[in-house]
Nanobody, 117 residues
Framework: QVQLVESGGGLVQPGGSLRLSCAAS????????MAWYRQALGKQRELVAT???????NYAQSVKGRFTISRDNAKNAVYLQINSLKPEDTAVYYC???????????WGQGTQVTVSS
């Protein structure tokens, strides 16, 4: 099992930046595919970005060029750098770990990002 705790959310003006962090504990971090999802009020949760244990990344089309996912396997952490924030980026951002051995997902509690002037 793995436990995930997100941090770094907050209120930011349009055009600003944030760096979200997800700290993992409880299991070997380098066997997990990691991802960031987000869920806006009244909408379904959507995949934002993924990163494999070796560092391969994928992004939703809506965030390409503005969001960067990264991981530090030594620190058991995954990050999401968000630049050029837009009001439509307002959502709760969730960290997800997916075991490459069992395919079981684990979720964090989420961190709120609000983009508003």
């Amino acid at each position: 099992q793995v436990q995930l705790v997100e941090s770094g959310g907050g209120l930011v003006q349009p055009g600003g930046s944030l760096r979200l962090s997800c700290a993992a504990s409880g299991s070997r971090f380098n066997i997990y595919n990691m991802a960031w999802y987000r869920q806006a009020l009244g909408k379904q949760r959507e995949l934002v970005a993924t990163i494999a244990p070796g560092g391969d990344t994928n992004y939703a089309q809506s965030v390409k060029g503005r969001f960067t996912i990264s991981r530090d396997n030594a620190k058991n952490a995954v990050y999401l750098q968000i630049n050029s924030l837009k009001p439509e980026d307002t959502a709760v951002y969730y960290c997800r770990a997916l075991s490459t051995r069992t395919n079981r997902p684990y979720w964090g509690q989420g961190t709120q990002v609000t983009v508003s002037s």
